[in-house]
């Protein structure tokens, strides 16, 4: 079979199993004989979709029975590397990667999915005083235990900064906490403070939703405590603010710092004085020719003030809308009269405990500003949610 071009895909997470499913159905389904080769490499050797931290805290899915194994891959013939990605070669269209006997892998079409990190020493003294990083699924069993048996005392929940995944997820992460508390018998006797650096819950959602997260969490007792940015965790019962403030907690949790992986950074894909990889929002096209970048290592600005959320179902898009101009590239058919776009459009579905969750809704590119609304929490989204997951995973990797 004549070979054809070589599509590499960095990052087996949201945007990278979506892009490599996508384009080989999309490739199979060409009537050519061209052996068209994908390849994927993630240094991590399983999958679990990062909302599913949230199902292990309120304890209705395990670590272990939530990861799937990316071998899975190969049975649709997508090539699966489990390594790590140590340079990125622009210029030779080529990516090093360790622990291989083929340590160079060269492309033809490059798609980086390589989500981001978390810069934990950004915030002193959090490891060493026994935080817990909500984002971190190996800490959340832990996590889980200590909420169960803690009697009584302050439970604080600090955003350290933004952006961060899924905006939503903290106070998610905080409605559940809540009920399990309930559940256990010890809500009475635990607070339960959320501290961010913004002045509202969800400043990328508009001050309408902020307003209603609010409610959420005021109804359920609750503290928000806007303009508070951690600077230090003191000691095991005291963390200073940079406003000054300085609170008790008996339980520390985290929402750290994010920051692209080293080896974007050391790409030359981040220019100086940006953070993250910029994109065209449209296309998702970087300035180098047939790279494209999607989902959290990038930075597209909608606004001023607003970027699209590091969030898997803006990944997913992103990752169709890049697969389908690769397969337009490659079929030579330049799709003049409705070229592959991003929408700017997207959902998600926040969990508030009880088995429910609301509904949210944004649309990003709207001529006037982004618009976006949440739902009444319903248990129909909440099974929406469980769906949400199961789908796409069965869709990438189980069936
Ligand atoms: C608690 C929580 C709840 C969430 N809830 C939702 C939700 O309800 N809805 C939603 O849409 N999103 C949600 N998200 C966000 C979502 O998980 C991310 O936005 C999404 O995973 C981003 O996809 P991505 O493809 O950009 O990156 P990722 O999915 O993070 O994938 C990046 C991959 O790159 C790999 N990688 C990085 N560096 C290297 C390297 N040097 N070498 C090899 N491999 C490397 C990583 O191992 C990783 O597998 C949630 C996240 C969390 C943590």
Redesign the pocket.
């Known amino acids: 079979m004549p070979e054809g071009k070589r599509i590499l895909i960095l ?6 199993l979506t892009a490599a499913n996508f384009l080989r159905k999309k490739l199979s389904s060409l009537s050519t004989s061209t052996d068209y080769k994908i390849s994927i ?4 050797n399983y999958f679990m ?3 599913v ?2 199902w292990i805290l309120s304890g209705i899915r395990t670590l272990d029975d939530s990861k799937i194994d990316l071998n899975r891959l190969g049975n649709r013939r997508i090539v699966y590397l489990n390594n ?2 140590t340079e990125i070669d622009l210029s030779s269209k080529a990516v090093k990667i360790t622990g291989s006997l083929t340590p160079e892998i060269k492309y033809d079409y490059l798609i980086i ?3 981001s990190e978390y810069a934990t020493n950004e915030v002193g003294g959090f490891l060493e005083n026994g935080g817990f990083n ?2 971190d699924p190996e800490q959340v069993p832990k996590l889980r235990e200590k909420l169960l048996s803690l009697k009584k005392g302050k439970i604080a929940i600090c955003i350290a900064s933004v952006p961060y ?2 905006p939503p ?1 903290p106070y998610e992460a905080s409605l559940l906490i809540n009920d399990i508390l309930v559940k256990n018998g010890t809500r009475g006797s635990i607070d339960i403070d959320i501290y961010t650096p913004a002045p509202i819950t969800l400043p990328v959602a508009g001050a309408k939703v902020s307003q209603d997260v609010l409610n959420l969490l005021n109804n359920n007792h609750i503290n928000f405590h806007p303009f508070h940015k951690i600077r230090t965790v003191l000691n095991m019962e005291m963390i200073e603010f940079e406003n000054g403030n300085l609170i008790n907690y008996d339980v520390l949790i985290g929402i750290l710092p994010h920051k692209v ?1 080293d ?1 974007v950074r050391n790409s030359g894909l981040v220019k100086q004085g940006q953070k993250w990889i910029k994109v065209d929002k449209f296309s998702l096209k970087t300035d180098y020719e047939n790279v494209f970048a ?4 990038t930075e597209i600005k909608v606004n001023e003030n607003v970027a699209i959320p ?4 803006f ?1 997913e898009a992103q990752a169709k809308v890049v697969s389908q101009q690769i397969v337009d590239d490659i079929v030579n058919d330049k799709n003049k009269f409705s070229p592959q776009r991003f929408d700017g459009k997207g959902f ?2 926040m969990e508030v405990g009880n088995e429910k969750a609301g509904y949210v809704a944004a649309d990003f590119y709207q001529e006037d500003g982004p618009i976006t609304i949440l739902e009444q929490p319903s248990a129909e989204s909440y099974k929406m949610k469980l769906d949400f997951e199961r789908s796409r995973v069965n869709e990438w990797l189980l069936l």
Do not use: H, R
């Open positions: 990052g087996a997470g949201f945007g990278g490499i993630d240094q991590k979709m990062g909302l931290n949230l790590k990605i999915a390589l989500g909500l984002y995944k899924c997820a992986p080896v999607i989902g959290d290592v590091k969030a898997g179902v990944a998600c579905f």
